[in-house]
């Protein structure tokens, strides 16, 4: 009986002993779930700071490609201005050499330019190293424009005849004065060597020149270019416009009126070529105290070339 008792005993220990056992069986099991999701969770940390590199190369290569086209985008843009630019300048080029505004193969050349107050002058009939050169109707800032325009390079001096019509239109002289200044400014910033004169107004009927020649004479000193006297020449002793030199409109000079002019300007300087002959006859002149004649090299023909008369015969000298 005590066996039976003691093995009772027994069993009820072992049972006892067995309790710990499943939990500690439990226990390890949950570490070991632990252990794997720990690794699961390194597994994925893993793989998200693989594909974050992954990431990080993407972005870094999209930003060298931007960079690559950015660089490639801007040279395109060179490529394009720079040949803009030359297309711009072959055009300039192009428009300079069929412009031909002022011939550019001889040094030493004159321009005479203005409105068309000078637009009787006969160019085949004056020096060939002068040029003429009018714009009818133009007013100062008409005839800057044109300057602007053109090629002066290669001239060593200026006549601007210009102003008649800035006086008809009775311009404020204050406005007068900086058109005219501007003028002179345009021709030097294009030619800075360029020897300037410019022509008094013509007197005009019913137009007061004298304000405006004033100014001229004014911004002379201070802008440094020489003045054409015309005043003088034109007014009688009277005061009155001398008729043979002036259309009916007082205005626009007759043939005898442009010689005149011409004859102002040459006394600033020598735009006609002269014979022998009649260098001769100029000299034999002023020895016996008498006016030179202007005559050119066209076979005795006035330099005038009004209707093709012969020098002689022409009455205004």
């Known amino acids: 009986m005590k066996n039976k008792e003691d093995i009772k005993e027994i069993h009820s220990d072992t049972g006892t002993v067995s309790q710990p056992l499943q939990n500690v069986n439990e226990l390890l099991q949950a570490r070991e779930n632990i252990t794997q999701d720990e690794n699961s969770v390194k597994s994925l940390l893993h793989q998200l700071l693989d594909k974050t590199d992954s990431l990080f190369e993407l972005v870094k290569s999209i930003d060298e490609q931007r960079i690559e086209d950015k660089q490639d985008f801007q040279n395109k843009i060179n490529q394009q201005h720079s040949q803009y ?52 109707g133009a007013t100062v800032p008409i005839l800057t424009e044109k300057i602007r325009k053109s090629n002066i390079q290669h001239y060593t001096s200026i006549f601007f005849v210009v102003g008649g019509n800035d006086a008809s239109s009775r311009i404020q002289p204050e406005a007068f004065r900086k058109n005219y200044e501007f003028m002179i400014k345009t021709a030097r910033s294009i030619n800075p060597s360029i020897d300037i004169a410019v022509s008094e107004i013509c007197p005009r009927r019913n137009v007061n020149t004298d304000v405006y020649n004033t100014i001229l004479h004014r911004i002379s000193t201070e802008l440094n270019f020489k003045i054409i006297k015309q005043t003088d020449a034109f007014v009688s002793r009277g005061g009155d416009l001398v008729s043979t030199y002036y259309h009916r409109d007082g205005i626009h000079l007759t043939n005898q009126g442009t010689i005149q002019l011409l004859r102002n300007i040459n006394k600033v300087v020598n735009i006609f070529i002269r014979t022998n002959s009649s260098q001769s006859n100029n000299e034999n002149n002023e020895q016996h105290g008498k006016r030179p004649g202007i005559v050119n090299t066209f076979n005795g023909i006035c330099f005038s070339g009004f209707y093709g008369h012969h020098y002689k015969d022409c009455h205004t000298f």
């Open 85 to 136: 630019i030359k297309g711009i300048r072959s055009i300039s080029n192009k428009k300079k050499k069929n412009f031909q505004t002022f011939p550019d193969d001889r040094k030493d050349k004159t321009l005479i330019i203005g409105s068309s107050i000078i637009k009787g002058i006969d160019a085949s009939k004056i020096g060939k190293d002068v040029d003429i050169r009018t714009k009818r």
